[in-house]
């Protein structure tokens, strides 16, 4: 196994530290799974390892896991199904793609990890490192939840507040990278994190002996969108499953590049200017695997939604008083649901991640 450039096609070992190809390029896995099967889902694992077999890792992860994966999905109406996913060790879906890189940086010798994230993923990020032994600094975009702030610290890690946008807290973030040679585990730009995500659709399968109809997914960096992508092609390989569901992919209202780009059929983002959102998950101005997300959203006939600002607190009361208590993000993927059966109709049968939980962005 071996990483492959997005853009120039280069093969690199999985052990470099290089965050990137000499070209620019992001790296991808140089990974075809086997076909997938009931009888390969190792039962007496209680974790998102349990599917293993289809992924891209060797033992190092026992050593790193925190249980993380295997959260119900519950009902909340006649149409909607949510995938509990912040019932998590960090509290966010986030430590799926966590739990993956943290262990490929252990397993090649990294004593030493930064990463920027709006919040959670750096959160998820830094626990791993903890729990692996490796030293850890995040840097985060003033604004962000103080909760998450606190969680990051409390794992042990430095927690770099940066003054302006979250694009330009990643820029900060990459400039010490290229700086001092440090490792950059990242959730956008390292490809391991995608082999944690994916688990998402599998876990699906196996509780629901189907795939829903819809599946709608918050897409900022789109480590989720890209990951269940995956997951969802690698069934469709496999004959699990003989059509792709519906995906709705949702962006903030006030920051949208990449519903913008769909919009006007453009293979890369669309240059926007990110206004404060309650959203803060998913407002990424540049998202660095903007090309990849428009052409699944393309080969797969991906609608885009706005999540309106104005409805994102209702929409979470609302989820309150059926007992389901989520943070402002989430909030924003029913917020968008609502505005999708507005566009479209009902979306009968839709799954709803649940990203966050409500704890982490009472502010």
Known sequence: MEYICSKCG??????????????????????????????????????MFRYRKFMAVDDSWKNVSLGEGMTPVVRLDDNVLLKMDYFMPTLSYKDRGAAVLVSHCKKIGVDYIVQDSSGNAGNSVAAYAARAGIACEIFVPEGTSPKKINMIRAH??????????????????????????????NHVYNPFFYEGTKTYIYEVLEQLHRIPGHILIPVGNGTLFLGVIKGLEHLLASGIIDRM???????????????????????????????????????????????????????????????????????????????????????????????????????????????????????
């Open 156 to 185: 042990g890690a430095t927690c770099t507040v940066v003054p302006g946008t979250r694009d330009h807290c990643a820029e900060v973030c990459r400039e010490k990278v290229a700086r001092e040679g440090v490792y950059y585990a």
């Open 245 to 363: 569901p519906q995906i709705i992919a949702v962006q903030s209202e006030y920051c949208d590049p990449l519903l913008k780009a769909a919009a006007d059929g453009r293979d890369s983002f669309v240059e926007v200017n990110p206004q404060p959102t309650l959203a803060e998950g998913i407002a990424i101005g540049v998202p660095m695997r903007d090309k990849k997300i428009l052409e699944y959203a393309y080969k797969h006939k991906v609608r885009f939604i706005h999540a309106m600002e104005k409805d994102i607190l209702k929409a979470r009361e609302l989820l309150a008083l059926k007992g389901v208590y989520c943070e402002h993000t989430t909030a924003a993927n029913y917020a968008a649901y609502i505005n999708y059966c507005e566009k479209y109709g009902t979306a009968e049968d839709c799954l709803i991640t649940m990203c966050g939980a409500g704890l982490k962005s009472d502010h």
């Open 10 to 47: 280069k093969k690199m070992s999985v052990s470099t530290k290089d965050p990137k190809c000499s070209c620019g390029g992001l790296w991808d896995l140089d990974f075809i799974p086997p076909e997938f099967s009931y009888d390969d889902i190792d039962r007496d694992e209680w974790s």
